[in-house]
């Protein structure tokens, strides 16, 4: 455990709930600077691992790592060094852009000088610096996804965790938004995506693929179409996920 070169680190990770075992001893790593998709059909035990992984929920039993910090007894640390977005709740809809930019902000501990600085930056980087003081809610929903991202590492996390991020939006906006999740991994910021659109799973550096709380499969999209004998993600995810269990998150 504790490799430098990785970003998270989990060795047969448990989470229990009761007699129902959501995470069913999972078993790896995310590499530093990757971009790696966590996919799973509804109830599959995506979203419980990733509140475990950002330290949201102690799993019950294994041993997992995250920015070289143990989930068990140092989850600040591990908050101080993550980002987070949801498709669900990101960004404050009553608040300006701005507000919701120095509010997370200040919770990530940013001075007001950098907050400042990386505001004007993000907002410049979308092509959006007249909408700084736009209230969020009237925004489409395309631009707000952008800035919920934008939010998420406006501090410069060393890992982000986005939950079906691209949720809703159009195909265009969705290419766009990948685009900036390229740069962020550029940048050496690790990306760990759920999705339920499988064309993205081809944009990701290794996917893993969870069937009733267990990883069935983990490799790169190239490797998983050769060995289920797919021409796409989708068929591998099909082929995987067809005799899987409802209902388990």
């Not at 070169?5 to 069913?24: H, L, P, R, Y």
């Not at 989930?71 to 809809?93: D, H, N, P």
């Not at 290794?206 to 179409?225: C, F, H, Q, W, Y």
């Amino acid at each position: 455990m504790n490799n430098p070169e990785t970003a998270i680190e989990a060795k047969d990770m448990v989470k229990q709930f009761g007699s129902f075992i959501a995470n069913d001893h999972l078993t790896f790593s995310v590499y530093k600077g990757e971009i790696f998709g966590f996919l799973g059909a509804n109830g599959a035990g995506k979203t419980t691992a990733i509140r475990i992984l950002c330290g949201l929920s102690r799993p019950t039993s294994g041993e997992i790592r995250v920015a070289g910090y143990n989930v068990f007894t140092e989850t600040e640390k591990i908050k101080k060094r993550i980002g987070y977005m949801s498709q669900r709740f990101s960004l404050y809809e009553d608040l300006t852009v701005s507000e919701n930019f120095r509010f997370y902000g200040g919770i990530y501990g940013m001075s007001r000088t950098s907050i400042r600085k990386k505001t004007g930056e993000m907002l410049e980087r979308l092509g959006i610096t007249e909408l700084s003081s736009t209230i969020i809610a009237s925004l489409p929903l395309g631009i707000r996804q952008k800035l919920a991202f934008s939010v998420a590492i406006m501090h410069t996390p060393e890992i982000v965790f986005l939950d079906e991020p691209t949720g809703g939006v159009d195909p265009i906006t969705r290419r766009q938004f990948w685009t900036m999740i390229y740069e962020a991994a550029e940048a050496g910021i690790t990306v760990f995506v759920t999705t339920h659109y499988m064309d993205e799973a081809e944009y990701c550096n290794r996917v893993s693929i969870m069937v009733d709380g267990r990883i069935e499969a983990l490799d790169t999209p190239a490797n998983l179409k050769l060995k289920y004998k797919a021409s796409n993600m989708n068929d591998v995810f099909l082929k995987l996920a067809r005799n899987a269990g409802a209902g388990r998150e």
